[in-house]
């Protein structure tokens, strides 16, 4: 349990942290299942406390990467460290499901769902003590949602489910942090006010990849990945997403528009079902 | 004949005690697995489970030749195997999941029929196979049912977090390192002991019902799994001593009468429960 108090120095539970890996690293990373490839060739590298936005149109891949982050999908070629090594054998890693991929009526409260962050730090046969139960509580104190411990999860709003799901992170201690789609079908408050704890959570040392379909939101962020199936732009958003790639990304699902301002451009922003979710 | 001695009546016989006590624990521990079974989704793995078993049914029925110890332990083998291999086909992928369940359920149950029927007067055997006979529990097979019901909820309980988090958020799971194919084919054996141990109380063709009957109503009820599980468990084991009186009374089949017990029980949550009923839902669009 000592190890714990020394988490950001060792790496996770008594994991070290290879001196001096990237948090994240894919190197020629493809995944294909069945004659379909998911993902192709894609390589990049993110410094802790990056924050990335990964975008790209329906079946670009986006939550296929994000799971092969996870650990919770192998690639068919090419290699994938965290802190140097693989994904499945690094707990710090925390992963934030689509709304959309969740059975909102499952009987568990929000902080039984918190609670589900301290379960790999417990180990099997273990129960939850004194201090799992107040990191769960800071945790849920830490986005704003303290209030609403007790509820059922269906009885939230969309955004109080998504902060539910950071509160989760946290209370996991994780060090990356992979968000599919988390403003789809969010309000614009309530896009702004997750957009701010992601801010927070880059601030607190975390590495954060967010799937988005919201191009104007991910201009917002340091860097971003363009992707369809391979990688088009990786960078700051305003090398990124230019006309050219935009229109190789996204192809006719595309439209740019000229208005007094300068270029506006939307993208298919559909996303009630990914293509590229997995079974 | 006052009421206690309408509730009395049926004990003065010792099968019916034994029934008794059998259809307690397998209504609440079918309840408690099949909390899993519905929040999950596998309602045909479970069906398909029951009727898989047939076949090691009639091979310990043809081998040990009306001997009814040895039974159980073939049920239970084929049980197992026939988890771990739907399992093994379901993740590979070429056929979708109800598909390579449908296949592996169906051709197994017709396997068991065709070999009790090598039998001659075999009908009232397959008949008990079926429905299940609860009045025809020895003391044997009482203890067999609650050493192994025992043993099944132990497991639920003691790897409670992990089955809760694999069945909420898969792909979690796998961050936590969590060995989810694992916990998957464990809840599959689970399954597998469990329509064992209801073999003889409901039967293959019912014991779906306990399953996924006691579960739902509780679902309708709770708000978390904890108190799911245990709603879950007092409506199995409600539905089979209620089952059993109306069996007694009403001269219907044992099973089934368990099962119409738990139906109602259901139904009565469906119109009346508070959030998820209907009468509630009616009144929360009025007002």
């Not at chain 1, 180990?123 to 303290?146: C, H, K, S, T």
């Not at chain 1, 007790?150 to 946290?170: D, K, N, T, V, W």
């Not at chain 1, 990304?249 to 740019?256: F, H, K, Q, T």
Request: proline residues 5%.
């Amino acid at each position: 349990m000592k190890l714990l108090a020394h988490r950001r120095a060792d790496g996770c539970r008594g994991v070290p942290h290879a001196p001096g890996a990237p948090a994240v690293e894919l190197r020629d990373v493809s995944v294909r299942w069945g004659g379909h490839t998911a993902l192709e060739h894609v390589s990049f590298a993110l410094a802790a406390g990056d924050l990335l936005a990964v975008v790209g149109p329906n079946g670009a891949g986006k939550s296929t990467l994000l799971k092969v982050l996870a650990g919770a999908l192998a690639p068919t070629a090419g290699e994938v460290r965290v802190y140097g090594h693989r994904p499945g054998g690094h707990i710090c890693i925390a992963y934030l499901p689509q709304r959309s991929q969740v059975d909102w009526g499952f009987p568990v409260t929000v902080r039984d769902v918190v609670m589900m962050g301290r379960i790999g730090r417990l180990g099997p046969l273990r129960r939850p003590r004194a201090g799992d139960r107040g990191r769960v509580e800071a945790a849920l104190a830490r986005v704003g949602i303290a209030h609403l411990a007790s509820r059922q999860i269906r009885e939230l709003s969309g955004g109080e489910q998504q902060r539910m799901f950071i509160a989760r992170a946290l209370a996991q201690e994780a060090e990356l942090v992979l968000l599919d789609e988390p403003l789809a079908g969010l309000d614009t408050p309530a896009q702004e006010g997750i957009l701010d704890l992601l801010a927070a959570l880059r601030e607190q040392g975390m590495t954060v990849l967010v799937a988005l379909h919201e191009l104007d939101f991910a201009a917002r962020l340091p860097k971003a990945l363009l992707l369809h199936r391979r990688p088009i732009g990786f960078g700051p958003p305003e090398e990124v997403f230019t006309p050219d790639r935009l229109r190789e990304a996204y192809g006719a699902g595309l439209r740019i528009i000229h208005t007094p301002t300068g270029l506006a451009m939307l993208g298919d922003s559909c996303c009630a079902k990914d293509a590229d979710g997995l079974r | 004949m006052g009421f206690a001695s309408v509730l009395l009546a049926p004990f003065a016989y010792p099968f019916m005690v034994r029934g008794l006590v059998a259809a307690v624990a397998v209504g609440a521990v079918c309840a408690v697995v099949g909390t899993y079974v519905v929040l999950r989704g596998m309602a045909f793995f479970g069906d398909a489970l029951a009727h898989s078993i047939l076949p090691g049914v009639a091979v310990g029925y043809l081998v040990h030749r009306g001997a009814r110890g040895p039974l159980l332990a073939w049920a239970l083998g084929t049980a197992v195997l026939t988890a771990l291999g739907i399992g093994a086909v379901s993740k590979r992928g070429e056929l979708k999941e109800d598909t390579a369940i449908g296949i592996v359920f169906a051709g197994m149950f017709a396997l068991g029929i065709a070999l009790i029927s090598t039998v001659r007067g075999y009908a009232v055997d397959l008949t008990h196979f079926l429905f299940g006979n609860v009045l025809a529990v020895s003391p044997g097979d009482l203890w067999l049912t609650l050493g192994m019901g025992g043993a099944v909820i132990l497991t639920v309980v003691a790897f409670y977090k992990e089955f809760l988090v694999i069945s909420f958020d898969p792909t979690f799971a796998a961050t936590l390192r969590l060995r989810t194919g694992a916990f998957r084919y464990l809840l599959l054996v689970l399954i597998a002991l469990t329509v064992v141990i209801s073999l003889k109380t409901v039967g293959v063709a019912l014991v779906l019902a306990m399953l996924v009957t006691p579960a739902a109503t509780a679902y309708l009820l709770a708000r978390r799994l904890p108190r799911m599980m245990a709603l879950a468990a007092a409506v199995g084991a409600l539905s089979g001593v209620a089952g059993l009186y109306l069996s007694f009374y009403a001269g219907i089949a044992s099973g089934a009468a368990i099962v119409l017990v738990a139906t109602a029980l259901f139904l009565i949550a469906l119109v009346l429960a508070p959030r998820r009923g209907l009468l509630w839902r009616r009144r929360s669009r009025a007002g």
